[in-house]
T-cell receptor, first 118, second 115 residues
Framework: DAMVIQNPRYQVTQFGKPVTLSCSQTLNHNVMYWYQQKSSQAPKLLFHYYDKDFNNEADTPDNFQSRRPNTSFCFLDIRSPGLGDAAMYLC?????????????????FGDGTRLSIL | AQKVTQAQTEISVVEKEDVTLDCVYETRDTTYYLFWYKQPPSGELVFLIRRNSFDEQNEISGRYSWNFQKSTSSFNFTITASQVVDSAVYFCALSSNNAGNMLTFGGGTRLMVKP
């Protein structure tokens, strides 16, 4: 089945130690998103890629970076994780539509990576 | 600015009861899209439905139905004869081209269905 796969499912890192979360997709979608979701809250968009074009949300901390080496893969790098970065990180994909724009396209989410900071 | 409000933070029902999850939205755009997602305890968000702003037809899919009313800016979701497997957090979301194509989520409603 075509899907969005996130690895690992659970990640534990130390305060200040860089960590990378990965996401892959077999849907061949143009758009890939990274969300942060804290307990009992809605997902919060960090950034997204439209093909290779990177779009950062205004309030995403500089500590968070992303790479998309090809259509299938996208990585979230947290350079110096703090205790406040402990959360579930969700990757999602969507396709664009004929004529441009992708706001009407449903997003397909992975299972998420739950990040803990020691 | 866009906004989605899910006033019910938590609902608890007994199996086989019907339950309605409310969603009220705000947008200045005339063309927009509304979504419902389900997030079970396992964590992934599952897409349930999309509705275009120019299509107010209500929709039914099995035990699920959606009532879209532009006059009240609402997009409510009803589960008929609820089951334990329906227990999850449900998010209503809004997007539009003029708002950068991004989803604006409501705060979510946690539904607990007890046997």
């Amino acid at each position: 089945d075509a899907m969005v796969i996130q690895n690992p499912r659970y990640q534990v890192t130390q305060f200040g130690k860089p960590v990378t979360l990965s996401c892959s997709q077999t849907l061949n979608h143009n758009v890939m998103y990274w969300y942060q979701q804290k307990s009992s809250q809605a997902p919060k968009l960090l950034f997204h890629y439209y093909d290779k074009d990177f779009n950062n949300e205004a309030d995403t901390p500089d500590n968070f970076q992303s790479r998309r080496p090809n259509t299938s893969f996208c990585f979230l790098d947290i350079r110096s994780p703090g205790l406040g970065d402990a959360a579930m990180y969700l990757c999602a994909t969507s396709r664009d539509r004929v004529g441009g724009g992708y706001s009407n396209q449903p997003q397909h989410f992975g299972d998420g990576t739950r990040l803990s900071i020691l | 600015a866009q906004k989605v409000t899910q006033a019910q933070t938590e609902i608890s029902v007994v199996e086989k009861e019907d339950v309605t999850l409310d969603c009220v939205y705000e947008t200045r755009d005339t063309t927009y899209y509304l979504f419902w997602y389900k997030q079970p305890p396992s964590g992934e968000l599952v897409f349930l439905i999309r509705r275009n702003s120019f299509d107010e037809q209500n929709e039914i899919s099995g035990r699920y139905s959606w009532n879209f009313q532009k006059s009240t800016s609402s997009f409510n979701f009803t589960i008929t004869a609820s089951q334990v497997v329906d227990s999850a957090v449900y998010f209503c979301a809004l997007s539009s081209n003029n708002a950068g194509n991004m989803l604006t989520f409501g705060g979510g409603t946690r539904l607990m269905v007890k046997p």
